[in-house]
């Protein structure tokens, strides 16, 4: 071996050497900065411009070596950006619905329906709660094709002011005598935290909508009583977001708890949401709470109901919520996308064909 050579080689240990130093100077500096992560107050935004600053001035203060100032910059912010990650992880950890915090799956008793076991499910329902007549009709329907989880509005919020707003009170009370008279549980939307209570006697889910996602004060008034929850995504809430919704729920004691992915705003105009199919594997691998895909508010489309549904349910949905109607041409609300009788049986025939594939 040269001389040249023999000299580039243990230049090369020495190099290793440094390597290794350098490794464990980084990773007790990673133990530091998640000893700082965890003194942080929850809530604190982990980033801090201004540390960070301070950080890089006092390096190149003391910089006097071969590499530019810039380069220098570049290989310390990320370093910042690790540790900011690293912090990030932690917190996620902690999070209460994190399925790092609680790897196993929960799994919710409704009445002796189980959503998050595997078998997977159907809430079906009408949009709005309008007549005694109409609730009857959907809930039989239901019970013939051996669903035991009916949906519908009592409260309706919705976009406009003059649209249809809910039969209240009433419809909760419509809605529970049907439900009892076909041995059905109900699945219905609550609008603020003072009707919760009043709620409880008529729901055996609480329904909390997209729109009411980031509603702090019912998330918590949900939290507090002893009824699963069936939360929805917002209308253009991030996952972060919706898990954090999640988990103001789950902080207050309601462990029972259904996420719902109903489709986000975009800017396509072919359905009336965007249905973030993607969502489902996401959240079931950060979290361990069942999720369910509402396929009528994801589509507003009759015709893409069926598709969404076995989209949702290869992909490991644990239930499809959709909209049934016995007369949708005459509803009070959403008349276009909700199924009448007949489509609502064909459409279950088609989806008990598919989960037969999938088995």
Do not use: W
């Amino acid at each position: 071996m040269s001389v040249t050579k023999a000299g580039i080689k243990e230049l090369r240990h020495k190099i290793d050497d440094i390597n290794l130093q350098l490794l464990e100077l980084l990773n007790e500096r990673a133990e530091i900065v998640k000893e700082i992560g965890r003194n942080k107050k929850a809530g604190v935004n982990r980033f801090d411009p201004v540390r960070e600053r301070e950080s890089l001035d006092m390096l190149l203060k003391h910089h006097n070596g071969p590499f530019e100032s810039s380069t220098i910059v570049h290989i310390f912010k990320e370093i910042f950006k690790a540790s900011l990650e690293l912090q990030e992880d932690d917190h996620r950890k902690a999070l209460l619905v994190s399925r790092k915090d609680h790897p196993e799956d929960t799994v919710i008793n409704i009445n002796g329906t189980v959503i998050g076991s595997g078998v997977q499910n159907f809430i079906m329902g009408p949009c709005a709660v309008e007549s005694y007549e109409q609730v009857k009709a959907v809930a039989k329907a239901m019970k013939d094709q051996g669903l035991t989880l009916i949906r519908g509005g009592a409260f309706k919020p919705r976009t406009s002011p003059y649209d249809f707003q809910g039969l209240g009170l009433e419809g909760l009370k419509i809605l529970r005598k049907a439900a009892d008279e076909e041995g059905l549980s109900v699945v219905s939307e609550i609008l603020s935290p003072e009707d919760v209570e009043k709620a409880l006697d008529y729901v055996d889910v609480i329904q909390i909508g997209a729109r009411n996602m980031q509603n702090f004060e019912l998330l918590k008034a949900a939290g507090r009583v002893n009824k699963p929850v069936l939360l929805k995504r917002g209308l253009s809430a991030t996952i972060e977001e919706f898990i954090h919704a999640a988990e103001y729920i789950y902080s207050e004691g309601n462990k029972a708890i259904i996420l719902c992915e109903r489709g986000i705003r975009t800017y396509e105009k072919a359905t009336r949401n965007t249905l973030d199919i993607s969502a489902v594997p996401i959240l079931k691998k950060e979290t361990h709470l069942p999720v369910v895909v509402d396929v009528t508010h994801s589509t507003g489309r009759k015709d893409l109901l069926l598709p969404a549904a076995k989209a949702a349910l290869a992909i490991g949905a644990d239930a499809v919520m959709a909209e049934v109607h016995p007369d949708p041409a005459v509803a009070l609300s959403d008349s276009a996308q909700q199924m009448n009788i007949g489509e609502f049986n064909e459409f279950m025939e088609k989806m008990i064909e598919f989960k037969g594939r999938l088995a």
